[in-house]
């Protein structure tokens, strides 16, 4: 076992933005994923235009069924639950920044501390940027079969998220 993790009431999450300017960019979509399997993915209303790179990785695999920000909003919050997960994101300062300009922090489903997985890679001597650089090193070591999942997509970089973490959990090896 590479780490023993601190608590098991996570939550998986990623989200798609505008652009990576948090003072002008929008939610586009979320993907949430349950330790039990159970998925949210909602694709949200916006107004900001998407800089050339959403709009030539992102938008083309949406499936443009936007939701309103207000129906979002209760849809995540029931999902989520009370018992207030931690949320686990690959570079978390962007996915929860443009989160709480939807929901803001003090009223947040999640726990008000929000785990960045590329950080838990860095602290295992892993290179954080393994997940989008040399990618396909770290998903054989750990057997994951990454093209099944859609790539750019908010509910399927949740759900591989997912699996590399229980990957390096249940890895008896270091990677």
């Not at 652009?19 to 949430?32: C, H, V």
């Not at 997509?153 to 890895?171: P, S």
């Amino acid at each position: 076992m590479i780490f023993k993790p601190f608590s098991d009431n996570i939550i998986f999450f990623d989200a798609e933005f505008t652009n990576l300017d948090i003072r002008t960019g929008e939610l586009i979509s979320i993907g949430i994923v349950k330790m039990n399997g159970e998925e949210l993915y909602l694709e949200l209303e916006y107004n900001e235009k998407p800089c050339d790179w959403v709009k030539e990785n992102i938008l083309p695999n949406l499936t443009n069924k936007k939701t309103p920000k207000k129906e979002a909003i209760k849809k995540i919050k029931k999902f989520v639950g009370p018992n207030k997960p931690y949320a686990v994101a690959y570079v978390n300062q962007f996915d929860m920044a443009f989160f709480y300009k939807l929901i803001p922090q003090i009223d947040s489903p999640f726990l008000w501390l929000p785990i960045d997985f590329a950080s838990v890679l860095f602290a295992l001597g892993i290179n954080p940027e393994i997940m989008t650089k040399s990618r396909t090193e770290l998903y054989k070591k750990l057997n994951i079969d990454y093209k099944k999942y859609e790539k750019h997509n908010a509910l399927e970089d949740a759900k591989l998220l997912k699996e590399v973490y229980l990957g390096l959990i249940k890895n008896e090896k270091n990677i």
